[in-house]
């Protein structure tokens, strides 16, 4: 798939109307980056693929279907050397941009970021906010569905803390999404349970080996209100 440079997906989901749609980053040979999305049948053809070019270097980490409605894209945007923006963006049944919105505020905003089409039709991203040079809070933003913020919110956790896994919504509302966190020297990978207006209400953390990073990158639910995460 693609042409001239070099394309990538990062997120691939099943069509509720059949065939896939799917999502990542489209590197021209001049070195500038713009978010990639493509629509495949059942027989993996393409029915049909988009390139969004906005300002820097951007791509994108997760695609959800908003229904009947078109997609819900969450990315990353390198717009000036050395920092990192949250990106999230509606685009049609065909693939034409709607919005764009650049999230978070001033600061590297670095990390993997994802978003989720809610039970109610808004929209919700999940991800880090930079503080300083270095560290990160996790951070969720609610959008409607035009794009517009319902709320935001930051969470300084007394670490460098990414949300980074997909989230889950479960039946009540409220939300689960894990990632990763260092306090003091030690790393961990956490899962953190929010309310429906993305008040934080518990949070697990599970110690992993340094020197390596310990993230999770995804999580699902089992039954009786379990989760795994991986």
Not at 101 to 111: A, F, I, R, T, V
Not at 146 to 160: A, P, Y
Request: glycine share 14%; with cysteine.
């Amino acid at each position: 798939y693609g042409g001239n440079g070099t394309q990538g997906f990062l997120d691939l989901k099943k069509h509720p109307s059949g065939g896939y749609i799917a999502c990542g980053g489209n590197k021209a040979i001049d070195g500038s980056g713009d978010i990639y999305a493509m629509r495949l049948d059942d027989n993996l053809e393409v029915i049909w693929e988009s390139t969004i070019a906005q300002n820097g270097f951007q791509f994108a980490y997760t695609i959800d279907i908003i229904e009947d409605n078109g997609y819900f894209i969450v990315g990353k945007g390198l717009i000036t050397l050395g920092t990192a923006q949250i990106i999230a963006m509606k685009i049609d049944d065909y693939g034409q941009l709607e919005w764009h919105q650049l999230l978070g505020g001033e600061g590297n905003n670095d990390g993997r970021h994802t978003g989720k089409v809610l039970n109610d039709g808004n929209l919700l991203v999940a991800a880090s906010k930079g503080h300083s040079s270095s560290d990160k809070d996790p951070y969720l933003c609610k959008l409607s569905d035009s794009g517009e913020i319902i709320w935001e919110k930051s969470f300084q956790t007394g670490g460098n803390q990414s949300f980074s896994t997909n989230i889950l919504e479960l039946f009540d509302g409220s939300l689960v999404v894990g990632g990763g966190k260092y306090v003091f020297g030690t790393r961990y990978s956490s899962i953190t349970k929010l309310s429906e207006e993305g008040e934080p209400i518990w949070e697990q953390l599970y110690h992993g080996r340094l020197p390596i990073d310990s993230y999770f990158y995804g999580i699902n639910q089992l039954e009786n209100n379990k989760f795994i995460a991986y």
